[in-house]
């Protein structure tokens, strides 16, 4: 975190005082160096590929890789530096160096462009037809794939604690959109951007709002009351965020435009919620001041229903395959409480459509009579299940239920109904029938999907997080889906799963 000062002289419109420094040679001393990390990570992939081939062959594992087929192994390491210069001109090109990206979207493009460079260079080293050896390669590649995200995460996280790489950054807004901005720029500290301060471009502050609370911090708003570019120079030059309502921004324009003559870099935050975002293309016209954004409804296109569907299969079917013997542990053991060990509860399914969603069974027999012999005895609990449809300290749950639970096992069956094509492994989570009122106008992202095993509501509290903000994650999901998001999702589900986090 930079080192930020709060005074309390009131002569002062602003009371944030960002140290200046010359942010253009920290970020061009950022971006070699993660260039070189970079650069570095790919070469000793090559090196570390060889090793791995000799060892593999139980050949002496340091003997020179310039033997291998003697000028060949000369001419296969200049085909790779070759290779690996076009990889790192394309992490360029994207802003991998100069730009900050989140991190799941820098670690997808990192990703798919080593995967592409090594689809290319296996192809031609195999139509050379020479006596390289492919363990070799395929050994790089699979260290590059493994090494590169991972020491360049490292890196950003060592310039970070060293105070290289964060910088302070300012915000522009005080409403709704500057809130879930703000919210977001904190949510990722690999983008280094730590925000100190909203800006209203009101000139006149209201006493009220001297401070906003974001999660369990407090941050200062200040009103904009003297020109734009002295404000950010008395300021050190933070990084500048606008994230103003839409209606707005209009209202500001002169200020905008002066904020882009000073700023070298100035973020906009437009307030665009309900639309999906995730693929979204943008498209300039020469001499016109229009920005136009193509929005793709990705769930909509059949080859993307498609393919979403061919992931779960593979994904559903080899789960059980592997899993069966714990299966039949986990069955036997449920057994031992009583009745059987699979419960199947009727849920609404895609397009309305009703089916039976499986999971061991993890309450006493006669769950609906204690349930319902509770709410009648008991006014807080009949307020709680009215409220979530949930129980923190529910009677009905066995011992073995509760592990199950709380380790979430008790949903594995649920691959079965993937399987059956009656739930997704990523998607909103299945519902009743009575649940889908409190939808509301949102119930169309519901009812336009296959519910999940997991999903963004699971990843992000799970019974932690309110009804509402369920519905708001659930439309979030459906309206800005990727393969690349359910990979995310379910990875982020076993670090979730592990740590328990409000799981009940």
């Known amino acids: 975190m930079a080192n930020i000062k709060l005074t309390a002289d009131t002569a002062l419109p602003l009371r944030v005082k960002i140290p200046s420094r010359t942010h253009t040679y920290g970020e061009w001393r950022n971006q070699i160096l993660l260039l070189g990390v970079d650069s570095l990570v ?6 570390m590929g060889h090793i791995v081939s000799n060892w593999w062959f139980n050949r002496p594992l340091l003997e020179d890789f310039f033997n291998e087929g003697g000028a060949i192994g000369q001419i296969r390491l200049a085909l790779y530096l070759g290779v690996i210069a076009v990889v790192l001109i394309r992490f360029w090109g994207l802003g991998h160096y100069a730009y900050r990206k989140s991190f799941w979207q820098e670690l997808r493009e990192i990703l798919t462009i080593l995967s592409i460079a090594s689809l290319v260079d296996i192809a031609i080293v195999f139509m050379a037809e020479d006596s390289f050896s492919r363990t070799w390669l395929l050994a790089t590649w699979f260290l590059a794939l493994l090494l590169v995200p991972l020491i360049r995460i490292s890196a950003k996280h060592a310039l970070r604690k060293a ?5 302070p950054t300012v915000i522009i807004g005080t409403g709704k959109n500057a809130r879930e901005t703000a919210a977001a720029l904190r949510s990722d500290p690999l983008l280094g951007f730590d925000v100190v301060a909203f800006l209203d471009p009101e000139s006149q502050a209201s006493p009220q709002k001297n401070y906003l ?4 911090k407090f941050f200062p708003i200040f009103p904009i009351t003297e020109e734009p570019e002295i404000m950010v120079s008395r300021l050190g030059h933070p990084h500048v965020v606008v994230a103003m309502e839409a209606e707005d921004l209009s209202l500001h324009r002169e200020m905008l435009e002066r904020l882009c003559l000073c700023c070298t870099n100035l973020n906009l935050a437009p307030a665009i919620r309900g639309l999906p975002i995730f693929g979204t293309d943008i498209s300039y016209f020469f001499s016109h001041e229009v920005l136009l ?18 992931f779960d299969i593979l994904v559903s079917s080899l789960s059980l395959l592997i899993l069966s013997p714990f299966f039949t542990y986990l069955a036997a053991r449920i057994r031992l409480t009583g009745g059987s060990a699979f419960y199947g509860h009727l849920r609404v399914g895609k397009g309305g459509k009703p089916f039976f969603c499986y999971k061991f069974r993890s309450m006493v027999p006669n769950a609906d009579q204690v349930l319902k012999d509770l709410l009648a ?3 807080k609990a009949r307020e709680e299940w009215e409220k979530d449809f949930k129980l923190k300290k529910d009677p009905r749950v066995t011992s073995i239920g509760a592990f199950l639970r709380k380790t979430s096992l008790d949903e594995l069956p649920q691959l079965w109904n993937v399987l059956k094509g009656e739930m997704s492994l990523v998607g909103p989570r299945p519902i009743i029938e009575s ?5 509301g106008k949102q119930a169309k992202y519901y009812l336009g999907v296959r519910p999940g095993i997991t999903g963004l509501w699971q990843i992000s509290g799970r019974n932690d997080v309110d009804y509402s903000e369920r519905v708001t994650l659930d439309a979030w999901y459906v309206r800005n889906w990727s393969l690349w998001y359910d990979v995310v999702i379910l990875l982020k589900t076993v670090r979730v799963v592990l740590q328990r986090n409000g799981a009940y």
């Open 42 to 47: 790919l070469v000793t992939a090559f090196l």
């Open 163 to 167: 105070g290289k790489y964060a910088r």
């Open 213 to 216: 609370k974001l999660a369990d």
């Open 293 to 310: 954004l193509r929005a793709r409804n990705n769930l909509a296109r059949f080859g993307s229903r498609i393919l979403k569907r061919i």
């Open 377 to 379: 005895a008991d006014p």
């Open 435 to 439: 649940e889908l009122a409190r939808y």
